[in-house]
């Protein structure tokens, strides 16, 4: 039925807006690293492509759904196509956030401040790509356990895009502009990525829990900075 249809489509637009905010802030942080006439680019192109991704995968979706065969058994752990892509995911997720926050915390006053260094534009591509294959396929086999209809799964994923496309620039000015939300938000990458591993080796991390303690952390991180801007 229409009305079935289109709770559904209403609903997978709004879970996939909320899954989506990690490729957002993944793809804010990479931009940090381009010069600044490149980093628009590379947020379109980035979620550009993620959209071209996942409406090729709805087209080889026969494919998709054979990633959850099982492919060998770790520790009695099943482990199919699906969870591989998965853990590997996590752990280049994990890999990224933490050498950031490294860099931030750990390395010398002077080389922090000291004129950054300018990554190639093609190779931080290449990593946006790699986190929105793993993205895409957790997003299609989603979307398939809640909407039947094709359609509602296509139009679903170009109308998240399209948001996403529009809140990009103001997130990512909001989080290069304060550095404490910045490693909140390297923070909050690097439980997605322990998330996608527990997630590959079967063990489920409700994503309401993890989202609702970043939202948490965000709202104090968000009073003490009026706090301190009030002492100023």
Excluded at 59 to 84: C, P, R
Excluded at 86 to 111: C, M, N, Q, W
Aim: a positive charge; hydrophobic letters at 55%.
């Amino acid at each position: 039925m229409i009305g079935d249809a289109i709770v559904a489509l209403l609903s997978l637009i709004a879970l996939e807006v909320i899954l989506g905010i990690d490729n957002i802030i993944f793809i804010s942080i990479l931009s940090d690293r381009l010069p600044e006439n490149q980093q628009k680019k590379l947020r379109y192109w980035g979620l550009g492509l993620a959209m071209l991704m996942r409406l090729g995968l709805l087209a080889l979706l026969q494919w998709v759904m054979h990633l959850s065969i099982k492919l060998f058994t770790i520790a009695g752990n099943e482990i199919t196509g699906k969870d591989l892509i998965l853990i590997v995911g996590g752990l280049f997720l994990l890999y990224k956030s933490t050498r950031e926050i490294y860099h931030k915390t750990e390395k010398p006053a002077d080389d922090i401040n000291s004129k950054k260094p300018v990554a190639k534009f093609g190779r931080l591509l290449m990593e946006v790509l790699l986190l929105d294959m793993v993205f895409s396929i957790d997003s299609i086999i989603t979307a398939v356990g809640m909407a039947n209809e094709l359609w509602v799964m296509y139009t679903a994923v170009v109308v998240t895009v399209l948001i996403m496309l529009a809140a990009a620039k103001p997130i990512s000015n909001f989080i290069l502009k304060h550095p404490s939300f910045k490693i909140l938000a390297l923070c909050f990458l690097m439980l997605i990525g322990i998330s996608l591993i527990a997630e590959g080796f079967d063990f489920k991390i409700p994503k309401g829990y993890i989202y609702f303690s970043m939202a948490f952390s965000f709202i104090v991180d968000l009073i003490q900075m009026k706090i301190l801007n009030r002492k100023k």
